[in-house]
């Protein structure tokens, strides 16, 4: 979840993601997702934040994934 959320600055600049907590109970979830700024590679600084961007997904699909087990060791 937290890569498809961006906090961009006036320049458009994202804050860097610092991490993220959740929590909850049978009524309900919390999410804390944490941001920052930085210096970025071009030498400026994000400013306070202006925009959010949260890419949701809209649909799903079923797909097949072929995979096999090599050389596990049985159990005794």
């Known amino acids: 979840m937290q890569t498809q959320l961006k906090l961009?600055?006036?320049?458009?600049?994202?804050?860097?993601?610092?991490?993220?907590?959740?929590g909850g109970?049978?009524?309900?979830?919390d999410f804390t997702?944490?941001?920052?700024?930085s210096v970025r590679p071009n030498g400026r600084a994000s400013t306070d934040?202006?925009?959010i961007t949260w890419e949701?997904?809209?649909g799903s699909k079923d797909i097949?994934?072929?995979?096999e087990f090599k050389d596990l060791p049985m159990p005794k």
């Open 56 to 58: 949701v997904p809209t």
């Open 33 to 37: 997702i944490l941001f920052g700024s």
């Open 25 to 29: 109970n049978a009524n309900g979830m």
């Open 8 to 22: 961009l600055d006036a320049n458009g600049q994202p804050l860097d993601h610092r991490g993220m907590r959740s």
């Open 64 to 67: 097949s994934v072929s995979f």
């Open 49 to 51: 934040p202006v925009l």
